[in-house]
């Protein structure tokens, strides 16, 4: 059987209450999982906030530099019509 990354969205977005989606995430992501996706989103967010530097986001959140420079990366390649999207959803 092949995995269904559409089957997985459309569970997420089910989720009646944040207790069940908590419970989801718990039972498909392991604890470093979960806190590598929390540490990746962060980055993304001030990457587009571009308050910071990639060494200083990389010291004051306890970020791998490869971990930022993928992320950097991504937003670098994508449109800006997609990039400013991103930047409202992850606001």
Not at 47 to 69: H, M
Not at 70 to 83: D, G, V, W
């Amino acid at each position: 059987m092949r995995p269904d990354w559409q089957q997985v969205l459309n569970k997420i977005i089910a989720m009646e209450s944040e207790e069940n989606l908590i419970c989801l995430f718990e039972l498909l992501l392991t604890e470093d999982e979960r806190q590598a996706v929390a540490g990746r989103l962060r980055v993304f967010q001030l990457l587009l906030d571009g308050e910071l530097s990639q060494r200083q986001i990389a010291a004051d959140y306890e970020v791998s530099i490869a971990t930022i420079t993928r992320c950097s990366n991504y937003l670098k390649n994508m449109s800006p019509e997609l990039r400013q999207r991103i930047n409202q959803l992850l606001k």
